[in-house]
Structure formats: C-alpha cells, structure tokens
C-alpha cells in the first residue's frame, strides 16, 4: 500500500528518492514526502496532499539537497489526507521517520507520550513511533538500540526507515508484517518497500524477514535478527530491468500488461514444462501430494477468483474436495483441522497481509502442507510456505490486476492436473490432450484481442451506466466476477456477478432498460442454461452484452454480441473470456476520464488488515 524509499550516497540522494517514489506511485496513495540532512546538517522536509510530480516541483523549487534521505507514499489510515498527516515524521527536530504498515495499539501508546510532554501534528500512528524511538534516543544516545527498544513496544505491522542529526551516515530499518528490501550500491546504500522502486540504482538486493533491524551506511550494511543476532541474508541479484517497468509506446500500464499476456503465459508454460509433474512445485511435492486428501486455497480480490476457477478443475480431474476462502475471513475463522489438507495460498505479490495471515493460521490449527502461488520469488509468502510455484507475468504496475490473473488460472490448471496425476486420475491420452490444449493460449488470446474496436463501442455506451449486472456459470461464472471487479476498480461503475442460475433469486429485480447487463455463454459449456437465462432478461427489457462463440437466433434479440474466437477447448474458456472482459473495463475508465493506473482509494499490494 504506503511507499518507502530511501537511503545514503555520495551524490544527493533527492532525485534518486523521487525517482523511487514515482516508480511506486502504482500502490496507491494520497500524499506523499520527502526529507533529507542538509550539508548544514539540518533537515528540509516536504510534504504534499498530491502526485509525486508535484513534490518533485516543490522540491526542486527549494533546491532540496542531502546525501541521507526518506521518501514516502502515504495512503490514509489514521487520520485524513492533509500534509500535517503525511510522511516523513519528525521528533524534536532530532528524529526522521518513514513507515508502513498499522500500529494497532498506538492510542495507548500516544497518551503515555504525552505524559511525557510530546507534543502530536498529526492523527497518525506513525507519529507515535518516531516519537517512541526519541524518548528512548534521549536516555542511551544510540539510534540502533532505541529503534530496538522501540518497535518491542509495538503491536500491528511496520516497516520503518529512520535517520537521525546526531548520525547523518546511518539509517536504521526494521520491518514486521511489511516488506522491506535493502539496496547494495557502490559507495550508496539504499532500503525500500519495493524492488521497483530500486531498479534505477542498483539490481542488488537483500530482503529483510520478519523481526529484523538493519543498520546502513554508504559502504555497508548489518542485519540484526528478532533475537539481536547478527545475521546474513542473502544477496540477491533481480531478473527485473528498468525498461520492463516503462510505459513504452503505451498509454496506460493496464493497456500494456493486457497485451503482454500473450508473452506472460508463453513464459510461465515454458518455466513449467511439457508434463504435469509434481516436482515443478517442489522437491518435496509428490510427497505431500500423496498424502493429502483435500485442499483449501486462500486469496484475496482477483486471487480469490483464480482460486474459485481452480475449485471446477481440482474437483474434476483429482475427485479432491476443495474449498475456496477469502483469506481475511479464513484468518478469523476455526474450520476443522485436518492435517491431509494442502493449503494453497495464491497472491500476485506474496505480500498479501491477510493472505500470509491465513496460512500462518492454518499452520496454527495443524495443517502445514501448504503451496504458494505467486510472482515474486523472495517474496515472504514464498518463504513462509512449503512448496511454492512462480508465475511469470514480470513486473505488474497497474493496480487492476491483468497478466498476474491470467498467469495464475495456467499454474492453477497445471497445479490440478498434476494432483490428478499423483492420485491416478488422470490418463496419458488426457495429459497429452490438456497440455496440446493449454500451449493454444498465447496465440488464441492473440486471437481475442481481434475484438478491441468492438469493445470500445460498447465501453463509450456504458459511459454514464451506474450499474451493471455480469452472468456466467461454471468456471465462468467467477470470470463473471472478475470482469464486474475490474470495472468497479477503475470506471467507478458500480457492478455485480451473479451465478446465471441465481437470477431468479434475487438480482432479476433489478433488470430494467437502463441496466447492462453482460453475459458470458460460450457454446460448449452449459449453453443452453444460460441461454434461458438470457430469455429471462430480455423478457423484463433488459439490455444483453452477450459473450459467445455459437451462433444463435437469439442474438437478434440482444443490444450487442461479441463473437468470441471458435473452437475454445472447455478449460481454456475462463482465460479467453477474461481477455474481452478487461479490454472493455479498460476502455471505458478511458472513456470516463478516470486514473486507469491508480484508482482512487486503493492500492496494488495490501499489507495491512
């Protein structure tokens, strides 16, 4: 959610922290700042209720310089959007501090530091641990020990940057439940809560785990542990480029990351191979695979709906029961503990707060075989779960979430047919068909996007709709959902899906000639059904978007029919259809005006409850 970047280095540091901030702009925010010690050992902070554009403006305006500095993005939490309330925070003109993440028991916390004679700018939570770390400051004279002593006062999640007067050559970071990374540069040391925030300086980096501390200098740095043990964590070198988080000849990164789904899915089926082999999800896979007897897949928002899709395929070719939760609802939840259960948590980020928070859950209530799917390799989901696979959609930047969605419904298609596979489900001539099958992807959504003009037409027709209904059924009806999330996200229209066979249950109330309402009915999957759904609509007036690829006579009858490519094998229909579904999002938040990229109010990863 929030962004940090910041860091040492021989040269001023100001520019490299805006650069950093602009490339997290994608996580979503509303005030964003700045602050820095000056060759006068002073510090300049600024702070403003807007775009990172507009704080490089202020910042250049006033010369801003200084070889130590923090940057933040903020997204509201305690407190509303005005500058007193944005980051960075300063204690006594002593103390600097940047942090994401919510501290849950920060009101008790503030009233003891009042007691204490601290005087609070802001609403926030953060302002309590800035000053937190000066009371301590005062007493031992030693940043390290005073963040250590600090954050053993904190409950909730942080990660937190913080620079001192006394020390202008070190910064000390901490992180628990929020990501962190550190930076390894020559003669410039940097810590962010985001790789892609880094790219521009540096492909080094080391990621810091829960409990520890880090203390950064220009030339080195030092991880303590949870127990305040020096530790070594590994360096690692990113596979991501400066150019892969461009815009390009594109307008918008949501319009890039559509049409690089093509490229995305060729690369995840070549990482994954020509059989559905257990070893592709671990060393230790087939093992686990054997033995469990159900599974239980935890997401959150667009996961949560390639986790719905993965339910029709576990349940259908490895006869395993499978269950579907909301990972911020299974978190607080005590469903019965069985420990032949394999977890399957799915996050395009891995940084997930609710979605890690489950599978520690179901870790606590004894089920510990569990499967992350994801598409970050250091990310803490990976490195908290037994097994995990890789998407490789690259990097994501639009919070509407596209290639990552696409790329997990092909692991997750893997994922079943190698369960089938160790239970003796599924037969040589069925895995020879369903990997012929999947390889057809790229080129079929290729295929697919043959349908963008169509689309916009419709888009500038659903430019003043207030509402819109989506049906599907099968594995099509949590598409349904995925198309109606997509257009919530970014046009603002407010939307619902709906089971088709659910229409008479309720949401057929709302039909009238003023509510769009979009139908997927491919040919080759319960066509008839919906089909009488349709009906149903068109008899109350309804106006039908209708999504199909068999030719019908009702299709005079419906306001517009996208012909979708022939010849869809039946598994492959939830990718196809999630393709038009985005394009038509995407082209009427461009129609409305609205920001494609950064929709209001949210934000990419979610990493806090």
């Known amino acids: 959610m929030c962004g940090i970047v910041g860091g040492l280095s021989e040269r001023n540091i100001v520019p ?4 950093g901030l602009s490339r997290l702009e ?5 005030s964003a700042g700045v602050a820095v010690i000056n060759n006068a050992n002073e510090f300049l902070r600024e702070r403003v209720t807007d775009r990172v554009a507009q704080l490089t403006q202020m910042c250049n305006k006033f010369e801003f310089r200084g070889f130590c500095g923090i940057g933040h993005t903020r997204w509201a939490t305690h407190g509303g959007v005005n500058v007193d309330n944005a980051h960075p925070h300063i204690s006594t003109n002593s103390i600097a501090l940047v942090h994401n993440g919510i501290i849950e028991n920060y009101a008790s916390l503030r009233e003891e530091l009042k007691a204490l004679g601290y005087k609070f700018e802001s609403e926030t939570d953060t302002e309590v641990i800035v000053h937190l770390i000066h009371s301590f400051y005062i007493k031992n004279n030693n940043l390290l020990v005073s963040v250590r002593q600090a954050v053993s006062n904190l409950e909730g999640a942080y990660a937190i940057g913080v620079m001192c007067l006394d020390n202008p050559n070190e910064i000390v970071c901490a992180r628990l439940g929020s990501p962190l990374v550190l930076g390894l540069g020559i003669g410039e040391m940097f810590f962010a809560s985001d790789i892609s925030a880094l790219l521009p300086v540096t492909q080094k980096v080391v990621y810091m785990e829960d409990g520890d501390i880090a203390v950064i200098n220009r030339d080195n740095y030092k991880v303590y542990d949870k127990n305040e043990n020096t530790v070594l964590r590994k360096t690692n070198v990113s596979e991501l480029s400066v150019t892969q988080t461009e815009l390009g000849e594109y307008r918008h990164y949501m319009q890039k990351e559509i049409f690089e789904q093509p490229d995305a899915i060729a690369k995840t089926l070549q990482s994954l191979g020509n059989n559905f082999s257990a070893a592709i999800f671990g060393t230790q896979a087939a093992e686990v695979f054997d033995r469990i007897t159900q599974v239980q897949i935890l997401a959150c928002g667009t996961s949560y ?3 719905m899709v993965a339910k029709y395929w576990i349940e259908e070719f490895a006869n395993l ?13 005590r469903p019965p503990s069985r420990p032949d259960t394999l977890i399957i948590s799915i996050s395009q980020s891995g940084e997930t707060a609710d979605t890690i928070a489950s599978v520690k859950h179901a870790y606590d209530l004894g089920m510990r ?4 799917i994801c598409n970050v390799a250091e990310s803490s989901l990976v490195r908290l779960s037994r097994l995990s696979i890789l998407t490789k959609a690259g990097p994501e930047i639009g919070v509407a979430s596209t290639k990552a969605f696409t790329t997990q419904l092909v692991v997750l298609f893997y994922l079943a047919n190698a369960l089938a596979k160790a239970k003796g489900c599924l037969t040589n001539s069925d895995e020879e068909e369903h990997i012929r099958q999947i390889r057809r992807l790229p080129q079929l959504i290729i295929d697919t996007f043959a349908l963008e003009n169509k689309l916009k037409l419709i888009a500038k027709e659903m430019e003043y709709k207030q509402h819109a209904l989506f049906l599907g059924r099968n594995t099509l009806y949590p598409i349904a959902r995925e198309g109606s999330l997509k257009l919530k996200e970014i046009s603002y229209i407010h939307a619902e899906a709906y089971a088709a066979g659910e229409l008479k249950h309720g949401p057929l109330a709302l039909i009238d000639k003023e509510m769009p309402t979009i139908v997927l009915m491919p040919g080759n999957l319960l066509h008839d059904k919906v089909k009488s759904n349709v009906q149903e609509v068109l008899a109350r007036q309804g106006v039908v978007y209708l999504f199909t690829d068999k030719p019908d006579d009702m299709h005079d009858k419906c306001h517009r029919v996208i012909e979708m490519p022939g010849n869809i094998p039946k598994y492959l229909l939830p990718v196809i259809y999630t393709i038009p579904l985005q394009l038509l999002s995407y082209h009427t938040a461009v129609t409305k005006g609205t920001d494609v990229d950064k929709p209001r109010n949210l934000a990419k990863s979610v990493t806090v409850e």
């Open 16 to 19: 490299i922290i805006l650069e």
């Open 26 to 30: 994608y996580r979503g925010y509303d």
């Open 305 to 307: 709906n390639a986790g």
């Open 321 to 333: 029961e499978c269950h579907v939760d909301i990972a911020s609802e299974y978190r607080y939840a």
């Open 369 to 372: 075989n569990s499967l992350a």
